[in-house]
């Protein structure tokens, strides 16, 4: 079975160095989608399921024009609670951030700017058994 990231943010230079970093280390290890708004992760997250992709960890910035990644974590974990969730963030509002991990909706917080180690690290800690 395949197995998928996929990274959220409403800014191409950030999707790009998140990938590039994930895929520099992984290789293709896993498949890599990016997401430009919380719709289009939905629709990549329906088209990964319905071809039986696994996705193991999503990481989604927090402020995005429309719906906060914070409220798009706490419906995915509703639908998807297998799936491991990043919230990246410049500049969360702490109260949401909160809110989001109390629910169970976020697995971890990257802040920007990342370091790339701390990024793999998650990844490996998502993808690791048990």
């Known amino acids: 079975m395949s197995q998928a990231i996929v990274l959220v ?10 990938k590039s970093q994930l895929a520099s280390h992984f290789r293709d290890r896993f498949l890599y989608e ?11 997250i329906d088209e990964l399921v319905e071809v039986d992709t696994r996705i193991i960890v999503i990481v989604s910035d927090w402020l995005m024009p429309g ?28 109260a949401a951030v909160k809110r989001a991990t109390d629910e169970g909706a976020v697995g971890r917080v990257l802040h920007k700017p990342w370091e790339a180690s701390e990024l793999r690290e998650i990844v490996e800690s998502a993808v690791a058994p048990g």
Do not use: C, N
């Not at 943010?9 to 998140?18: A, C, G, P, R």
């Not at 990016?34 to 990549?44: C, G, N, Q, R």
């Open 67 to 94: 719906t906060k990644g914070d409220e798009f974590l706490i419906d995915l974990k509703a639908k998807h609670p297998q799936i491991r969730t990043v919230l990246l963030t410049g500049h969360a509002d702490a």
């Open 9 to 18: 943010d409403d800014e191409k230079v950030i999707l790009d160095s998140l």
């Open 34 to 44: 990016t997401a430009e708004s919380v719709a289009e992760a939905w629709e990549i």
